[in-house]
């Protein structure tokens, strides 16, 4: 298609597992083992998982902190997976990622003014003037002031670092911002304001975002297709309709059931149907995983519907 942007075609990082006197590979920790996804100009892809599915070594292989093993990483018709290639066409100009550690993911020995302005002094050529200016500007698209400039990281609250990070991930004009877990740390009121931020930005950049999560709740007005993952694969894919009005994979199902409730007078009633697709879950386990514990491969349910199932 035209407007494709970022094509992942089997992906698969795999870690070796090393025992005995001479630390031979005796087997191998499947992260991410053979997913594919699309991500289009201007779109929202969510990745959606507990913590150890593999969803974050997916951001970090297609930025090149982790190593594929095998699989294509296609941006905008050319094959990346080559590092002469990503150089070539500016990858890591075009694809920033914000982190969820906003503290770790800082310099702490560095000010603002010197954080947001390392990309730009990389890739583009400023006068110390023009990359101030320019640095203000990206501040105050995440509203902050210019009295932030010459700050240290631990001066900041964590939605403030957090949007220190949105501003260095935009500085560079990308094509892709892959966002790992972007609210996890914060209190739900500052990841709202951050998500809004990311919003006005998409809006402002028409930047695609790949935002990776395990809240379901946090994504649904983020995301317009959403993959869910488990056990570093794909359980059900396709999109914010399809999965949230009619879930298929018993996995997908006790995500969404523990999205908080605001219905306080239910309450008991949510506790019955969280415990009910537990106990559906513990029952139908072989429905949806083989006998190794491995996900299924997807199949077709509609046009945009994919979930993983057992064949009768």
């Known amino acids: 298609m035209g407007d494709e942007l970022l094509k992942v075609e089997n992906l698969r990082v795999h870690y070796p597992v090393r025992s005995g006197f001479f630390n031979h590979v005796t087997d191998y920790v499947h992260a991410v083992d053979g997913v594919s996804f699309t991500i289009q100009k201007g779109q929202s892809y969510g990745v959606i998982g507990e913590s150890g599915s593999g969803k974050s070594t997916i951001g970090q292989a297609l930025v090149g902190l982790?190593?594929?093993?095998?699989?294509?990483?296609?941006?905008?018709?050319?094959?990346?997976?080559?590092?002469?290639?990503?150089?070539?066409?500016?990858?890591?100009?075009?694809?920033?990622?914000?982190?969820?550690?906003?503290?770790?993911?800082?310099?702490?020995?560095?000010?603002?003014?010197?954080?947001?302005?390392?990309?730009?002094?990389?890739?583009?050529?400023?006068?110390?003037?023009?990359?101030?200016?320019?640095?203000?500007?990206?501040?105050?698209?995440?509203?902050?002031?210019?009295?932030?400039?010459?700050?240290?990281?631990?001066?900041?609250?964590?939605?403030?670092?957090?949007?220190?990070?949105?501003?260095?991930a935009v500085a560079t004009k990308p094509k892709l911002?892959?966002?790992?877990?972007?609210?996890?740390?914060?209190?739900?009121?500052?990841?709202?304001?951050?998500?809004?931020?990311?919003?006005?930005?998409?809006?402002?950049y028409g930047v695609a975002f790949l935002f990776i999560s395990h809240d379901l709740g946090v994504v649904h007005h983020m995301c317009d297709n959403l993959a869910i993952m488990h056990r570093g694969r794909f359980v059900e894919i396709g999109t914010r309709e399809d999965i949230y009005q009619d879930p298929l994979h018993i996995y997908t199902k006790r995500l969404l059931a523990a999205i908080p409730q605001t219905d306080v007078e239910n309450r008991e009633s949510h506790r019955k149907k969280r415990q009910a697709l537990e106990?559906?879950?513990?029952?139908?386990?072989?429905?949806?995983?083989?006998?190794?514990?491995?996900?299924?491969?997807?199949?077709?349910?509609?046009?945009?519907?994919?979930?993983?199932?057992?064949?009768?």
């Open 177 to 204: 911002i892959i966002a790992d877990e972007p609210v996890s740390a914060l209190d739900l009121s500052v990841q709202a304001q951050v998500l809004n931020y990311m919003k006005a930005i998409q809006k402002k």
């Open 66 to 168: 982790v190593e594929a093993t095998s699989g294509t990483i296609t941006y905008r018709g050319k094959d990346v997976t080559d590092k002469r290639v990503r150089k070539k066409l500016k990858y890591n100009k075009d694809v920033q990622m914000i982190f969820q550690d906003s503290l770790s993911s800082l310099n702490p020995k560095k000010k603002v003014i010197d954080i947001i302005g390392e990309p730009l002094r990389n890739f583009e050529k400023l006068s110390r003037k023009d990359l101030k200016q320019r640095v203000l500007e990206l501040l105050q698209t995440v509203g902050l002031d210019e009295e932030s400039l010459y700050k240290y990281p631990h001066q900041f609250s964590g939605g403030q670092r957090q949007r220190i990070g949105v501003a260095r």
């Open 279 to 312: 106990a559906e879950y513990n029952a139908q386990k072989e429905d949806y995983y083989d006998k190794n514990g491995r996900v299924y491969p997807l199949e077709e349910v509609t046009r945009t519907h994919f979930v993983a199932l057992r064949k009768e």
